[in-house]
């Protein structure tokens, strides 16, 4: 047990040291809009590109409780696309859905 704990420690020391900077950016962008009380996301831009295409099928608290880097965001779109019926968005409509989920919902 005890060769666990040392095992552990580095990481949960290196978490503690990283999770402030990262959920501190993540704060600021918050302070700075008020949050929908109907979605629990963000007012900020790219909301109603969010809200009305990703809020259809599942509520929003399925990604604002994640934190995803674009690449991710962008993953989680394909595989919803390929196997979720999820349609095909214009070119801008999906840049401004991962530009929102970027910045507001990083990875934590």
């Known amino acids: 047990m005890k060769s666990k704990m ?25 302070e ?3 949050t929908d009380p109907e979605t629990g996301l ?3 831009p790219g909301f109603d590109t969010v809200k009305n295409n990703c809020t259809v099928c599942h ?7 994640r934190g995803y880097t674009r ?9 919803m696309q390929d196997t979720q ?5 214009a070119p801008e409509v999906e840049e ?3 530009d929102y989920l970027e910045t507001y919902y990083p990875p934590r």
């Open 6 to 30: 040392v095992l552990l420690l580095p990481a949960i020391l290196g978490l503690l040291w990283v999770a402030p900077a990262i959920a501190g950016d993540h704060v600021e962008a918050a």
């Open 32 to 34: 700075e809009y008020e």
């Open 42 to 44: 963000l007012k900020a």
């Open 59 to 65: 509520s929003a608290r399925l990604f604002t409780s």
């Open 71 to 79: 690449k991710i965001w962008l993953e989680q779109i394909r595989w």
């Open 85 to 89: 019926g999820l349609w095909e968005f």
């Open 96 to 98: 401004e859905i991962l």
